[in-house]
């Protein structure tokens, strides 16, 4: 959390802790989770120019040059517009074409992804929700109510995303729609924390004491 030092990268295998790292940055506080950034390589920018390193398990001085995506009121995806009004309400065009309007509980929050035929996105408020909707008619192929989405990961035909109700980490196929993983979190799970898949392990911010400090938990993806 803001205004905190101290963050702990924890191994887990086998339901329990292989092994733990702590750092401490004395000079400089680490940010609020949802505002760490990923290089796209190995390494989580947690503050200005201070960086963990996935592969060395170590702080390192890095500046990364990703930025999370928040929310815009318009996606082109080809002759695909995708329009948001600020509320819950889609409309996606097509060469102008209006195709179709949707609603969707929440306030668009993650920006919108297009994964083959599909659209990704996820909502904050009114309890907060994840939506998979067909971009040529706008059926909703999943939605699922997970108290705040703030951020989700595609890899390999699979969405990584938390479950802020239930304090749990999800795995999603994009092929069938359905939860193929569900992991209890280690520490307490929020809007404010992050998620990252590298190298098929999924890396998860939680909170421990009272917010009072930072755990980094990771978990084998079980990707092909």
């Not at 929440?106 to 035929?117: D, R, S």
Request: with cysteine; proline share 0%; charged share 25%.
């Amino acid at each position: 959390m803001s205004g905190y030092g101290e963050l702990t990268l924890l191994e887990l295998e086998n339901g329990g802790i292989k092994n733990k790292y702590v750092f401490f940055e004395s000079l400089k506080s680490l940010n609020i989770p949802s505002k760490w950034v990923v290089d796209g390589c190995n390494k989580i920018a947690v503050a200005d120019g201070i960086c963990v390193d996935l592969q060395t398990k170590s702080m390192v001085n890095h500046v990364c040059e990703g930025k999370a995506e928040r929310h815009k009121t318009a996606y082109e995806f080809g002759d695909y517009s995708v329009l948001y009004n600020e509320s819950y309400k889609y409309t996606c065009k097509k060469n102008d074409k209006t195709l179709w309007n949707i609603v969707v509980r929440g306030y668009l929050y993650t920006g919108i992804q297009k994964y083959e035929n599909n659209l990704i996105f996820g909502t904050d408020g009114m309890g907060g929700h994840f939506c998979i909707v067909d971009i040529e008619n706008g059926e909703i192929k999943l939605n699922i109510n997970t108290g705040g989405t703030n951020q989700f990961c595609i890899r390999n035909d699979n969405a990584y995303l938390l479950n802020v109700k239930k304090n749990t980490a999800l795995c999603i196929s994009l092929r069938d729609y359905v939860i193929i993983d569900e992991v209890k979190l280690d520490g307490k799970t929020a809007f404010e924390s992050s998620l990252y898949v590298f190298d098929d392990i999924l890396y998860v911010s939680t909170f421990k004491n009272k917010n009072e400090y930072t755990l980094i938990s990771s978990y084998k993806t079980g990707s092909n």
